[in-house]
Every structure is written in structure tokens, then in C-alpha cells.
């Protein structure tokens, strides 16, 4: 994919927007699309090989948690690609903790035990919580591994067990890509929460997302949102109300279209991006529709 | 015209009574001990325990100063949940079973005093010039957890509110934060549940105006057991009372950050 897969939209519809209302959520998308597995349903098609969207330097991550810093922001999270790919990862995540609560999004793949050991001790001595969001589509090896690859299952479960020796509570994310494999079993929260008390993981977080179709998913075809869709509908509800996302391309109004042009509200200053975001993407449906948030809850 | 606001020496403050009428009883009587001026809460009367219609009179007859939660907003306004926004089906159906039972079991009236209440309220206490909400200043159903919520955060709020001093409630945890700037943020705990702690007192607060805020978190027990059976009797989950007689949480665990989330049990 790239940024000139947008739709085109015609010179004569007008595309609705939703009100920015206050910094309350900062993603920085430390490695952009640098990923070091190629999930089929990756939102933004990230890759080990030329990412599209290239990672974010230290400097430019400082700046823009300092900027947040100074508007109230209530959370920040990381994420890419893989964020543990990049060499600074773990002392920015402590100098983001020192401003507010603090999610890295990873696929787990690359948290050994030296890696659970440092995430464990930053945890400790921050200020506020430390959230690991380990991403996993499936309680069943096969399942799992044929959308996120071999061997993503068994290093990703042991990233979980790693980090929950030593007193981390990672949040396990699923989307729903493997839902209609499971025919009518119990439920997903259900599954994956067995799942994980049966793996020695007490106090088991779940959440789960739904599938959008973009990245490496085929386009819905849905038409994007129109004004009328949106009629009695609360906009101040969508995560691009509250939330900016920090690229090397610029600041973005949500981090399911980070990096697309017409998500693009500034390419400098984090505080130039406080205005009105368009919903011109089909995935704005998705958002309308399911109330879904890339938030920890 | 400025706003006349109240103006108070030593004030009480709860949140949550989550249908607990015993603890509210306890806590009530207590604070009528501490020489407090004025009792306050900041919302959510109803969900989680038995007999929704007598935390009513309570509060009516204890002349209590009250601001509408979220929980109160939905009954009001006939919502068919509680407003907390769980996504975890297992939060949802618990929630949905206090919600029910509290709903049908509420009065008109009792549901007609809730739509007349504030959703903040500004006093000044002492030197200090105080807001009260239930979730935050700007969403009523807002988590301000201690591990979650930055003091930077609570700059720009109190920034905005023009005060000096922010209550909260709605997460069922209290905490004091006293920033550099000697301003405070306090969230007021609950009375309707124990905090997660292994404990089964549930916790107000108090708060005295001097040059330095003084903020005191009041443990109160109550008779928790007398609670529990009333929960058992009632037909309410298994899982409610024993938190009641445990202290630990059971349900509604998801929006805990990892910090709360690892001091609990569940």
C-alpha cells in the first residue's frame, strides 16, 4: 500500500470532520512501518524490507512529548511496525513515563528475558503505569501463525510468560481476523482469558479489535461516511477527536491512517495538528460503526 | 455577577454509595463525629449492592450535598446501562445485572431528585478554591486513576476550572496528589465497595482549609456481612458479596491500569 491508494473524492462532496477537542492521546509511530513480521491484516502494511513509512528519530520523539507534555496529554502510546526494533525504545518509553501513562504496542517477538527485565524495572520505578500491548490473533498456534507468521505464536506467548514472571500485566491483543474459525465456541474474551490462565498468566487482559479493511486487507468498498451518517451521532466519541499520531511524514489524525495524505493534518509541530479531522477514509465507517478505540480501554 | 460560592472550614467527601446503605449509614455517622460543616457526594448512588431506595433517605435526611454520577445520568435518563463503557462481555453482563435490578428498583422520585443534580459544584474552603466533579471536569465518566492520570493533566484541568483544588470519585480507589504549585487533586475513594485491597472498610474524605490543604482518607467499617447476606437474599452474583466480605474486586476489572490491576487479586 502506499499514500496514493486514497480514494478519490469528488470535487463536489463535502467530507464531515470531527471537532478536536484537547490532546488527551499521543501515539508516536517510532518505527513507522518497520516491522520484523508481515501480518496479513496489518493496518498500515508493515514489513521488514524498504517501510513505506520510515521510523521517527529520537529528537523529533523528545520534541513532540514535550509539546504534549505542555497541553495535558492523558496518555501516549508507541507503536509502528515493531517498536522494539528501534535502538532508542527503551529510553524513550521512560522519558514518556515520566509524563504520563505509557502503552508500547509490540508483537512480543523481541522481548527475551533481558527485555522483560529492563520493561519490568522501568515499570517499578516509573511514576505511572507501563502498559505491554502483546499482539496475538489467536489461542491456537496454526490459526495465529498463518496470518502473523511461524513462530510468531510461541515467541509471542513467551514474551507473555516472561513478562508476567516478573510482575507485568501485558494486555494480549486480538483482532478478529480468526473469528469465523471458531464457529460457535465460547466467546473470544472467553477463549483468550482460558487461554492465558491456562498458560500460569493470572489476572488475564484481553482486548480486542475489530478488522479494518486497509493495509494488507482488500478495500471494503464501503462509500466513506457522508454528513447524514453522522446525524445524531456523538463525533466527540471517535478516537480522532482526542488523539494525534507522530510519523516522520508529519501528525496524523488517527493511528489506523497514520501516514496517508488525506490523515495528514501538519508536517511540523504536533500543536498545528489541533483542528478538525476529516473522516474521508472508509475506515472512519468502521470507527462510526463499532464505537472501537485503539485505547487500552 | 461573580459566582457566590460556599464557603466552608472542614468539609466531608465521599463518592460511589453504590446502594450500600449500611456504609453510608457508618460513614455519615462518622462524619457527624468529625466537626465537618457540610457533607458532600460526588455521585453514582446506585448499582452494585441491594435495596437501591434506601440510600435515599439517607441522603435526604443527612442534608448531603450531592453531584449526579454517570450512573445516575443513565437512570435518569433511562439509559439501558450503567455508562461505564466496558467493552469485556463478562464486565457488560455483570454491569447489566446491578443496572437492572437498581433501575426497576428505584423510585420515581428518588430517580426525579437525581436528574435535579449538579454535575460539579464550586466552594471555597478557606483560602482554596474547590471543584467537584464525578469522573473528571470534562466527562463525567472519565477514570482518574492514580497510576493513569498526569500532573500535567490535572494542570490543564484545574488551568481551566480556575481551581485550586479537584475532587473526583468514579474509579473506587482513592488518592492525593499535592502538586509542586500547591494545588491538589483528590479522588474521594467510594463507600459502596472496598478498594481492591483485601480489606472490607470502604474509605471517605476530609478535608480542612488552612494555609496548607489538609486532606485525610477516613477508613469506615461497617457491618459488611449484614451487607453481603442482604446482596445473597436479594438474588444479586455470588461474586458482588464476596467482594463485599473480601475486599477484592471481581468484576468490572477491565478499565484498572496495570499498576491497580497488579495490587487486586482478580
Redesign the interface.
Same mark, same amino acid.
Given at each position: 500500500m502506499s499514500p496514493q491508494s486514497l480514494p478519490l473524492l469528488g470535487a463536489e462532496r463535502t467530507v464531515p470532520t470531527a471537532p478536536f477537542l484537547?490532546l488527551s492521546t499521543l501515539w508516536i509511530q517510532i518505527t513507522g512501518t518497520w516491522c520484523n513480521l508481515e501480518c496479513h491484516h496489518c493496518i498500515n502494511a508493515s514489513g521488514p524490507r524498504a517501510p513505506w513509512l520510515r521510523p521517527l528519530d529520537g529528537t523529533t520523539v523528545r520534541r513532540a512529548l514535550a509539546e504534549a507534555?505542555? *497541553?495535558? *496529554? !492523558?496518555?501516549i502510546y508507541f507503536t509502528g511496525g515493531e517498536p522494539f526494533l528501534h535502538g532508542e525504545i527503551l529510553p524513550l518509553l521512560e522519558r514518556a513515563l515520566e509524563?504520563?501513562?505509557t502503552t508500547v504496542l509490540t508483537n512480543g517477538t523481541l522481548i527475551g528475558p533481558e527485555e522483560a527485565d529492563a520493561l519490568a524495572a522501568m515499570?517499578a520505578r516509573a511514576s505511572?503505569? &507501563?502498559?505491554i500491548r502483546v499482539s496475538l490473533d489467536d489461542t491456537d498456534r496454526a490459526l495465529n501463525d498463518r496470518v502473523r507468521g511461524e513462530g510468531a505464536w510461541t515467541k509471542a506467548v513467551e514474551a507473555v510468560r516472561l513478562m508476567r514472571a516478573r510482575?507485568? &500485566?501485558p494486555i494480549v491483543t486480538a483482532t478478529e481476523i480468526t473469528r469465523d474459525e471458531h464457529g460457535a465456541g465460547p466467546?473470544m474474551?472467553?477463549r483468550f $482469558?482460558d487461554f492465558l490462565h491456562a498458560q500460569g498468566v493470572?489476572?488475564p $487482559? *484481553? !482486548?480486542?479489535m475489530p478488522v479494518f479493511a486497509l493495509g494488507r486487507q482488500p478495500a471494503s468498498g464501503e462509500p466513506p461516511l457522508a454528513e447524514e451518517d453522522l446525524e445524531g451521532f456523538d463525533r466527540s466519541v471517535l478516537q480522532c477527536a482526542d488523539a494525534r499520531v507522530v510519523t516522520s511524514t508529519g501528525v496524523y489524525a488517527c493511528p489506523i491512517l497514520a501516514g496517508l495524505d488525506g490523515a495528514r493534518l501538519s508536517t511540523g509541530r504536533l500543536t498545528e495538528s489541533f483542528v478538525a479531522a476529516p473522516l474521508y477514509h472508509p475506515a472512519c465507517v468502521t470507527c462510526r460503526r463499532t464505537g472501537m478505540t485503539c485505547r487500552n480501554? | 455577577m461573580p459566582e457566590q460560592l460556599g464557603e466552608y472550614r472542614r468539609i466531608a467527601v465521599f463518592g460511589g454509595v453504590y446502594n450500600n446503605w449500611l456504609a453510608l449509614e457508618a460513614t455519615l455517622a462518622d462524619a457527624r463525629r468529625r466537626d465537618v460543616e457540610a457533607v458532600f457526594c460526588l455521585g453514582d448512588m446506585g448499582g452494585f449492592g441491594p435495596h437501591p431506595d434506601r440510600v435515599f433517605p439517607l441522603l435526604w435526611q443527612g442534608g448531603v450535598l450531592a453531584l449526579q454520577g454517570n450512573y445516575d445520568e443513565s437512570l435518569v435518563s433511562g439509559r439501558t446501562d450503567c455508562g461505564c =463503557?466496558y467493552?469485556?462481555?463478562?464486565d457488560n453482563h455483570y454491569a447489566a445485572i446491578s443496572y437492572r435490578y437498581t433501575f426497576d428498583r428505584t423510585a420515581t422520585d428518588a430517580k426525579k431528585w437525581l436528574g435535579t443534580l449538579p454535575r460539579h459544584r464550586r466552594l471555597k474552603l478557606g483560602p482554596h478554591r474547590v471543584l467537584m466533579c464525578h469522573g473528571s471536569p470534562?466527562v463525567i465518566n472519565e477514570f482518574l486513576?492514580e497510576?493513569?492520570?498526569?500532573s =500535567? /493533566?490535572l494542570?490543564? /484541568?484545574m488551568d481551566r476550572a480556575e481551581a485550586d483544588v479537584m475532587l473526583c470519585t468514579h474509579t473506587g480507589i482513592k488518592w492525593h496528589r499535592a502538586l509542586p504549585d500547591a494545588r491538589h487533586a483528590v479522588n474521594v475513594g467510594v463507600i459502596g465497595r472496598p478498594e481492591n485491597d483485601g480489606r472490607s472498610n470502604v474509605w471517605y474524605t476530609v478535608l480542612t482549609a488552612g494555609p496548607e490543604l489538609a486532606v485525610e482518607f477516613v477508613p469506615v467499617a461497617y457491618d459488611h456481612e449484614a451487607l453481603a447476606r442482604e446482596m445473597e437474599r436479594e438474588g444479586l452474583p455470588a461474586e458482588f458479596a464476596e467482594t463485599i466480605r473480601s475486599g477484592w474486586w471481581t468484576t468490572c /476489572?477491565?478499565?484498572l491500569?496495570?499498576?491497580?490491576?497488579?495490587r =487486586?487479586k482478580?
Amino acid at each position: 500500500m502506499s499514500p496514493q491508494s486514497l480514494p478519490l473524492l469528488g470535487a463536489e462532496r463535502t467530507v464531515p470532520t470531527a471537532p478536536f477537542l484537547g490532546l488527551s492521546t499521543l501515539w508516536i509511530q517510532i518505527t513507522g512501518t518497520w516491522c520484523n513480521l508481515e501480518c496479513h491484516h496489518c493496518i498500515n502494511a508493515s514489513g521488514p524490507r524498504a517501510p513505506w513509512l520510515r521510523p521517527l528519530d529520537g529528537t523529533t520523539v523528545r520534541r513532540a512529548l514535550a509539546e504534549a507534555e505542555t *497541553v495535558g *496529554v !492523558k496518555e501516549i502510546y508507541f507503536t509502528g511496525g515493531e517498536p522494539f526494533l528501534h535502538g532508542e525504545i527503551l529510553p524513550l518509553l521512560e522519558r514518556a513515563l515520566e509524563i504520563a501513562p505509557t502503552t508500547v504496542l509490540t508483537n512480543g517477538t523481541l522481548i527475551g528475558p533481558e527485555e522483560a527485565d529492563a520493561l519490568a524495572a522501568m515499570a517499578a520505578r516509573a511514576s505511572y503505569s &507501563l502498559e505491554i500491548r502483546v499482539s496475538l490473533d489467536d489461542t491456537d498456534r496454526a490459526l495465529n501463525d498463518r496470518v502473523r507468521g511461524e513462530g510468531a505464536w510461541t515467541k509471542a506467548v513467551e514474551a507473555v510468560r516472561l513478562m508476567r514472571a516478573r510482575g507485568l &500485566l501485558p494486555i494480549v491483543t486480538a483482532t478478529e481476523i480468526t473469528r469465523d474459525e471458531h464457529g460457535a465456541g465460547p466467546g473470544m474474551y472467553e477463549r483468550f $482469558r482460558d487461554f492465558l490462565h491456562a498458560q500460569g498468566v493470572d489476572r488475564p $487482559r *484481553v !482486548k480486542i479489535m475489530p478488522v479494518f479493511a486497509l493495509g494488507r486487507q482488500p478495500a471494503s468498498g464501503e462509500p466513506p461516511l457522508a454528513e447524514e451518517d453522522l446525524e445524531g451521532f456523538d463525533r466527540s466519541v471517535l478516537q480522532c477527536a482526542d488523539a494525534r499520531v507522530v510519523t516522520s511524514t508529519g501528525v496524523y489524525a488517527c493511528p489506523i491512517l497514520a501516514g496517508l495524505d488525506g490523515a495528514r493534518l501538519s508536517t511540523g509541530r504536533l500543536t498545528e495538528s489541533f483542528v478538525a479531522a476529516p473522516l474521508y477514509h472508509p475506515a472512519c465507517v468502521t470507527c462510526r460503526r463499532t464505537g472501537m478505540t485503539c485505547r487500552n480501554s | 455577577m461573580p459566582e457566590q460560592l460556599g464557603e466552608y472550614r472542614r468539609i466531608a467527601v465521599f463518592g460511589g454509595v453504590y446502594n450500600n446503605w449500611l456504609a453510608l449509614e457508618a460513614t455519615l455517622a462518622d462524619a457527624r463525629r468529625r466537626d465537618v460543616e457540610a457533607v458532600f457526594c460526588l455521585g453514582d448512588m446506585g448499582g452494585f449492592g441491594p435495596h437501591p431506595d434506601r440510600v435515599f433517605p439517607l441522603l435526604w435526611q443527612g442534608g448531603v450535598l450531592a453531584l449526579q454520577g454517570n450512573y445516575d445520568e443513565s437512570l435518569v435518563s433511562g439509559r439501558t446501562d450503567c455508562g461505564c =463503557g466496558y467493552t469485556d462481555p463478562r464486565d457488560n453482563h455483570y454491569a447489566a445485572i446491578s443496572y437492572r435490578y437498581t433501575f426497576d428498583r428505584t423510585a420515581t422520585d428518588a430517580k426525579k431528585w437525581l436528574g435535579t443534580l449538579p454535575r460539579h459544584r464550586r466552594l471555597k474552603l478557606g483560602p482554596h478554591r474547590v471543584l467537584m466533579c464525578h469522573g473528571s471536569p470534562r466527562v463525567i465518566n472519565e477514570f482518574l486513576w492514580e497510576s493513569a492520570t498526569p500532573s =500535567g /493533566l490535572l494542570r490543564h /484541568l484545574m488551568d481551566r476550572a480556575e481551581a485550586d483544588v479537584m475532587l473526583c470519585t468514579h474509579t473506587g480507589i482513592k488518592w492525593h496528589r499535592a502538586l509542586p504549585d500547591a494545588r491538589h487533586a483528590v479522588n474521594v475513594g467510594v463507600i459502596g465497595r472496598p478498594e481492591n485491597d483485601g480489606r472490607s472498610n470502604v474509605w471517605y474524605t476530609v478535608l480542612t482549609a488552612g494555609p496548607e490543604l489538609a486532606v485525610e482518607f477516613v477508613p469506615v467499617a461497617y457491618d459488611h456481612e449484614a451487607l453481603a447476606r442482604e446482596m445473597e437474599r436479594e438474588g444479586l452474583p455470588a461474586e458482588f458479596a464476596e467482594t463485599i466480605r473480601s475486599g477484592w474486586w471481581t468484576t468490572c /476489572l477491565e478499565n484498572l491500569p496495570a499498576r491497580e490491576r497488579a495490587r =487486586g487479586k482478580y
